[in-house]
């Protein structure tokens, strides 16, 4: 007979299965446990943050000026040299224009009836030689000359050799920042009935090929009177506007020039009689 005690102080072959097996399951339960753990944990402090930056969103910024990024309101605005305002922002300067720098730049709805309450060149419109229709607001930051001109004017005489006086001006300040460009308007309005047969042809040859001149050719206009292109009104208003009224002259030639400065505003009124040498002067004073 088997000693009972032997029998059962030693372990048999299935308690040792037994053993291993729920000692297996005993690992697997506590891995599972830790893991559980620390996802509670992470998702814990994952919710903390997100309180807190809600919290700080919410708040008011209590640091001190120099402790937190300028905003634009922190800035003192400064009047440049076009009476905008510019306020530095986090790209650099930023021009932010004040209202009537806005309303100079912005396109008249209806210039034949609104021309009067323009407040600069760049709201009005001009058809081009070619027929198509340009907003005047592409030449900002430029000094312009503007003026009515015909390939038939030769009754004149000197306004002749004014467009030579034109070349050299244009080509002195080519490159210089006070590089101007040249708007021609064909006007055949005065003078000699032979000129109102003068084509948008005619007149590109005469400006470009016979006389070599850099402009920006406009098509046919009238200058003076109630048919006179919205423009050419304007400029007339402006000029009489800067002088005793008494002293204000109709348009009553070709070769009448207007000088608008950078930002689009009149400067002065030339005759085809005047030295041109002045234009210069009135140009680099602005």
Request: proline residues 4%; charged residues 35%.
């Amino acid at each position: 007979m088997e000693n009972p005690e032997v029998s059962m102080g030693r372990p048999t072959r299935e308690s040792i299965k037994n053993w291993v097996k729920y000692s297996i399951c005993g690992v697997v339960a506590l891995l599972c446990l830790i893991i559980l753990v620390i996802m509670a944990v992470l998702m814990s402090q994952k919710n903390s943050k997100d309180d807190h930056d809600d919290s700080t969103d919410r708040s008011p910024d209590k640091s001190s000026p120099g402790d937190r990024e300028p905003s634009s309101g922190d800035h003192e605005s400064r009047p440049d040299d076009r009476g905008a305002t510019t306020v530095p922002d986090d790209r650099g300067a930023t021009t932010v224009p004040d209202d009537d720098t806005l309303d100079s730049d912005k396109p008249l709805r209806n210039q034949s009836k609104d021309w009067k309450t323009a407040k600069s060149l760049y709201q009005f419109t001009a058809t081009n030689i070619d027929g198509d229709l340009i907003n005047l607001n592409k030449y900002k930051g430029r000094p312009l000359i503007i003026l009515n001109a015909s390939s038939k004017a030769n009754q004149l005489g000197t306004d002749m050799d004014h467009y030579e006086e034109l070349k050299e001006l244009y080509d002195k300040l080519k490159g210089s920042k006070n590089e101007l460009k040249i708007l021609a308007f064909l006007c055949n309005q005065f003078d000699d009935s032979d000129k109102k047969d003068e084509t948008n042809v005619d007149f590109k040859e005469f400006i470009t090929t016979d006389k070599k001149l850099e402009a920006d050719l406009f098509t046919k206009v009238e200058v003076t009177g109630e048919g006179a292109q919205p423009l050419w009104k304007w400029l007339y208003e402006q000029y009489c506007t800067d002088i005793d009224v008494t002293d204000c002259k109709e348009i009553n030639h070709d070769f009448t020039i207007f000088v608008v400065d950078k930002m689009g505003h009149y400067l002065g009124r030339f005759e085809y009689t005047k030295d041109l040498s002045s234009i210069e002067r009135l140009i680099k004073s602005t």
